[in-house]
């Protein structure tokens, strides 16, 4: 797979001395939901550059947060129903368009949750190799036939009980190894989840809404910023915007510091500009009424070559069970008896894997400086390692950790805002939880439609995510 180096800052135009004349758009926010919209306003028929200019800021560089260290997993399952058709078609067109399936492995994959009960497990089951960093390259898949073109292109808390359910370790290399692997719950071709464990298995998704795909999402957000660069787009990096000045009727300036030299650069506003903030988790810094906040999640990648398959999995481990690096440690254990992550192969011969969210480090000032906690990361190599050989074999290559972004009111998580503000000229998009890759073009889209269009999205009803709802 071709593998993009992101966009650097272009600098198309003296940076606070907008052109006069032309309609100002800036988008805050290198991620998928800044990039995506960027990319479908160059691709609206209105659009002119000769009389746009957008301009995106990114305070670090782009899909330096969640947007480049998401799984990346696409589904018609998802939500909200408002968004994910349309995005899940548009990943489909936007594949076609541009050889998404090498650019960034974009793919079909099939989906399904399993139930594993652990006994016995070997004490060295959670080592895992010296990790390295192999450049990714994807394996070129043909994307499905698409309709007409568009106008414009859990936390894991274990459980306290135990199930007193026999195991029997499966015998690897005799004729009734291969009798119970075809009789196993699993597909045939789900051969690196160790069927012996697995007591349930079900395919994710309802009846005429069960489709999954993928695809990685680094290279999927830094190639919707470099097509949007090509087309025109102003890409500002270590653009760190402090203040968003506005009153009632308009908004007034935007300040960023250039991060490199600590200059403050403070681009004026008139009737003709808007202002959409993009910005993830760290929304809710910039503009506070939209109560959006981030998040911290752990994930790993393995160095695996397996079948294409996304497996949310419920492990019941042994009473007992003690991941090896934190006996070493002389730590207590984190969970007790069951764990919940989730698990997808890649087509560049690699497997994420993602565990549970943690709010004990507040977000930081931008994403460079977003620190993973190594002993969550070794809790799910050695979870993973007590039901995949596979995996339990596999050199790690990869401990990361981003800051998902989060709608929360009333203490209840709600759905992400996409749209105008009360303050004329000011849009919010995000919010979008786990969700952001899938239902990033699909926002990206409706912004470019509202924008261009008078504020009107026509290609989805989303007025439930109109930030006027929300009193925002």
């Known amino acids: 797979m071709a593998s993009p180096s992101a966009p650097t800052d272009s600098g198309a135009f003296p940076e606070g001395m907008e052109q006069q004349g032309k309609r100002n758009i800036i988008i805050i926010g290198g991620g ?14 209105k659009y002119k550059p000769s009389q746009y200019q957008i301009t995106l800021l990114e305070a670090n560089a782009i899909a330096s947060g969640a947007s480049g260290k998401a799984g990346g997993l696409l589904g018609l399952w ?46 060295d089951q959670s080592k895992a190799k010296v990790p390295t960093s192999p450049q990714p390259k994807l394996d070129q898949t043909q994307p499905d036939p698409s309709p007409p073109p568009l106008p414009i292109q859990n936390t894991t808390t274990a459980q306290d009980e135990n199930e007193d359910k026999d195991w029997e370790k499966l015998p690897k290399q005799d004729a009734d190894a291969s009798d119970l692997l075809k009789r196993s719950l699993l ?3 789900l051969d690196w989840i160790d069927a012996s464990l697995v007591d349930s298995y079900e395919e994710m998704g309802s009846e005429g809404r069960a489709e999954t795909a993928q695809v990685h999402p680094f290279l999927f957000t830094t190639s919707m910023a470099q097509l949007a660069k090509e087309s ?22 935007v300040e960023y510091e250039k991060r490199q030299t600590g200059e403050t650069v403070r681009i004026e506003a008139d009737d003709s500009t ?50 090896e690096h934190r006996v070493r440690k002389g730590q207590k254990k984190r969970h007790r008896t069951r764990v919940d992550p989730e698990v997808y192969a890649r087509p560049n011969g690699e497997v ?57 009111r009333f203490g209840k998580e709600m759905e992400p805002i996409v749209g105008q503000t009360s303050v004329p000229g000011l849009w919010v998009a995000s919010g979008h939880t786990c969700w952001g890759i899938q239902n990033g073009p699909a926002t990206g889209y409706l912004m470019a439609e509202m924008l261009m269009e008078g504020g009107k999205a026509s290609s989805a009803n989303i007025d439930k995510l109109n930030p006027e709802r929300f009193r925002v």
């Not at 787009?233 to 300036?253: C, E, H, M, N, P």
């Not at 290559?397 to 929360?408: G, V």
């Open 232 to 253: 025109g787009v102003d890409i500002r990096l270590g653009a760190k915007v402090t203040k968003i000045s506005f009153d009632k009727t308009r908004v007034q300036s």
């Open 78 to 123: 998802a939500y909200p129903e408002c968004l994910v058709p349309l995005s899940y078609r548009l990943h489909r067109e936007l594949a076609e368009e541009h050889g998404g399936a090498e650019r960034w492995g974009y793919r079909r994959v099939e989906c399904g949750s399993i139930r594993a009960v652990v006994k016995g497990v070997d004490d």
């Open 274 to 323: 808007d202002v959409v903030i993009t910005a993830g988790p760290w929304t809710g810094r910039l503009f506070p009424p939209t109560r959006i906040h981030g998040i911290r999640a752990h994930s790993v990648v393995f160095d695996a070559d397996v079948s294409p398959y996304a497996v949310f999995t419920q492990i019941q481990l042994p009473a007992g069970f003690m991941p």
């Open 187 to 189: 597909p045939q071709d």
């Open 32 to 45: 998928i939901m800044g990039c995506t919209t960027a990319y479908f306003l160059t691709r609206h028929p």
């Open 352 to 408: 994420y894997a993602c565990g549970e969210t943690d709010s004990s480090i507040p977000l930081p000032e931008t994403s460079d400086l977003v620190q993973a906690d190594a002993d969550q990361c070794e809790d799910l190599v050695a979870y993973f390692g007590t039901i995949s050989s596979a995996l339990k074999a596999a050199t790690v290559k990869e401990r990361n950790a981003c800051y998902i972004p989060q709608h929360m």
